[in-house]
């Protein structure tokens, strides 16, 4: 069991708050509640980022201390919002938001993952008709391992599980956020991966 704080409570973090405490995890899910987030990271061994990834940088670098030598899963991509309310363009062109809040939060150890799917997939992999593929980017190699375990908890196989490398690797997974709503307005808001066929 690991204790874990959740940071976002929409669809994406209250899916994860629940997979993750069904799995025998303690997880205290957070809303933007004043003061929630600073105590349920200052008590937790992993975070995980599930709040809006435009405002994820600033939310998160005000917690540095909080975050120090703690695990941070972010599973957040930053977009601007399109014109229909889907991701747009990134806001971090050249680089990644992982790798803005790694130097941001030198103390912490970040674990790029799981955001390459739509948030049922997160925690349903096996639901889809074809194995999809998670990826792990990361300078921590006992950060990744750890993380690695959380994907099993959620029902990822080892052999769908990916490690890209370090942290930079994660500006190649969060470019293909850019494929996500092309994908919905052709085919709807049906559960799919970004998947390397193999």
Request: no cysteine; glycine share 8%; proline share 6%.
């Amino acid at each position: 069991m690991t204790t874990i704080a959740v940071l976002g409570n929409g669809r994406v973090g209250g899916n994860l708050a629940a997979a993750l405490t069904r799995a025998g995890h303690e997880v205290t899910a957070v809303d933007r509640t004043p003061g929630a987030a600073a105590a349920a990271a200052r008590t937790a061994r992993i975070v995980v980022n599930a709040t809006p990834g435009a405002g994820s940088l600033d939310r998160l670098t005000a917690l540095r201390e909080e975050l120090r030598d703690k695990i941070l899963v972010d599973v957040s991509n930053a977009t601007v919002d399109g014109p229909d309310g889907l991701p747009g363009d990134l806001i971090h062109p050249g680089s990644s938001l992982a790798e803005q809040l790694q130097e941001a939060l030198p103390a912490t150890q970040v674990v790029k993952t799981l955001n390459t799917m739509l948030f049922p997939v997160m925690t349903a992999p096996a639901a889809l008709a074809q194995a999809p593929d998670v990826f792990l980017s990361g300078d921590d190699p006992q950060a990744k391992r750890t993380v690695r375990e959380l994907l099993v908890d959620l029902g990822w196989r080892e052999e769908w599980i990916t490690d890209l490398g370090g942290i930079r690797t994660a500006r190649a997974t969060e470019a293909a956020i850019l494929f996500v709503p092309h994908v919905i307005r052709s085919s709807g808001f049906a559960p799919f991966a970004i998947s390397i066929a193999r």
